[in-house]
């Protein structure tokens, strides 16, 4: 048999366009896409927000970019730079108590956890060699607590509770001078140079976020979730019309290489999930739409990331959302086929703030009754329904009513028109309760009844099974 060859200048020539074509194609191996499968059975995550930024109550990172559209309160943009970066020198979080987190994070049903081991501003929440600007570089005062290594704390306190572990890291980094170079100044939250004028200036950059994300991925035992954030630092094929705008007023292009970086993170733990948020492509293992909840299904695994307040970071007069409109959320989530990734920013002495301590004990309550209709589950049509939210698992359907705050006892009676849903009619459970309730049905609606009313808070969850 003839082999045609082709010629070694034309290999060349294409092998770049096809590293680019596979990398711009949703992840396909099969040991990643049933890792996102089983995350996808957790449903509730723990997220926090911390560094400097709370000792300040400001929002996070952001107060130094140079954008039109941050607040500092008409103070001089090079002072307020130079006190904020200075904060790493009075951070002393002394009340600090990772295994509290774990036990009240566990106690309100969460199943993972996700930590901003360095936002924006670049300051380091864990042992780095990368740089100075750390929690355990001698220039932070809590560099002398044995817990110093804040990640690593926190990475063991929740391990140890069966949670997954997901690490927060911030593409950008605004302290580093290989990406806000001391020579120029920085109109917004960009690189300050040419990365194509200036390729080794930009090249030890991609060095530093290669071997800080290397010590994440290395010194902490296997890590679950990379959560990369920072989604104006990405290659040029993933620049459309909504994220050009991203790229600022030269729109320069900040491709740290991610394929090298994803072979390197997952060399010991080839299982290991990698978000690399609004990028696309093999490297964003599931999407992540912040603050929001989308309005129906959505054909990819997602989790909607959001604060239990108002600030992803520590505000003292912050304002957190009801547990009613926290559990209606998750409900509301998961019958779409989504994760809910819920944020707590703790304060400046490392506690955490006391409405969301009571908020987790609420919520909690809850789902030590509910949880059978959360985690584990799938959507199954119509998905919502009125005040109705469904999910499926183990051929039993859940339908979830939301209460409103004060809605006690519950009504009665509940109403589902046939055609949306396939139900097998008789008796059925509703959680929490002994409560005996049938679903019978009858020109084409479903009718639930109960024989007595029951005290129930923020859901009510009948167990049905479908034709």
Request: glycine residues 6%; aromatic residues 14%.
């Amino acid at each position: 048999m003839k082999h045609h060859v082709l010629p070694l200048l034309l290999i060349m020539a294409i092998m770049p366009q096809l590293n680019a074509q596979t990398d711009q194609q949703p992840e396909t191996d099969p040991v990643i896409t049933n890792r996102i499968s089983q995350w996808q059975d957790l449903k509730f995550g723990f997220m926090m927000h911390w560094g400097i930024y709370s000792q300040w109550g400001v929002v996070e990172s952001w107060s130094i970019c140079n954008e039109p559209w941050i607040n500092r309160n008409g103070a001089d943009y090079y002072e307020y730079k130079h006190a904020y970066q200075n904060l790493n020198t009075t951070f002393n979080p002394v009340n600090f108590n990772p295994e509290l987190w774990a036990d009240l994070a566990k106690e309100a049903g969460m199943r993972y956890v996700v930590f901003t081991t360095k936002h924006h501003d670049g300051f380091c929440m864990f042992d780095t060699k990368e740089t100075t600007y750390s929690i355990t570089d001698q220039s932070c005062p809590f560099s002398n607590n044995e817990r110093a290594d804040i990640t690593g704390e926190i990475v063991k306190a929740f391990r140890e509770k069966g949670f997954w572990t997901g690490l927060y890291f911030s593409k950008p980094d605004w302290h580093c001078d290989d990406y806000w170079a001391h020579e120029w100044a920085t109109p917004d939250r960009n690189v300050n140079y040419d990365p194509q004028e200036y390729p080794e200036r930009f090249q030890k950059y991609k060095d530093f976020t290669y071997n800080q994300i290397r010590e994440l991925t290395h010194n902490y035992g296997d890590i679950d979730i990379l959560w990369l954030d920072g989604g104006w630092v990405r290659p040029e094929w993933s620049v459309n019309e909504e994220t050009r705008p991203w790229l600022g007023c030269q729109g320069w292009i900040q491709d740290i290489d991610m394929p090298k970086i994803a072979t390197m993170a997952r060399a010991d733990n080839p299982d290991l999930i990698i978000v690399d948020r609004s990028v696309g492509g093999k490297y964003e293992n599931y999407q992540t739409p912040e603050q929001q909840v989308p309005d129906t299904l959505l054909p990819y695994p997602w989790e909607t990331c959001m604060s239990m307040g108002n600030s992803w970071s520590y505000v003292e007069t912050d304002e957190y959302k009801s547990t009613n409109r926290i559990i209606h959320l998750l409900c509301d989530i998961v019958a779409k086929g989504g994760n809910y990734l819920l944020n707590v920013g703790p304060s400046p002495d490392g506690s955490l703030p006391p409405t969301a301590v009571e908020r987790m004990h609420e919520i909690g309550e809850w789902m030590k009754v509910n949880g059978d209709a959360i985690y584990g589950t799938r959507p199954v049509y119509p998905y919502a329904y009125g005040r109705f939210r469904f999910t499926q698992k183990d051929g039993k359907i859940y339908g979830i009513y939301l209460l409103d705050e004060t809605e006690t006892p519950v009504p009665n009676e509940y109403y589902i028109d046939a055609p949306l849903i396939q139900l097998k009619t008789g008796k059925i459970n509703v959680l929490g309760t002994k409560a005996k309730a049938r679903l019978t049905e009858k020109d084409g609606q479903y009718t639930i009844t109960m024989d007595a009313p029951v005290q129930l808070p923020h859901a009510i969850v009948f167990e049905m099974k479908g034709k």
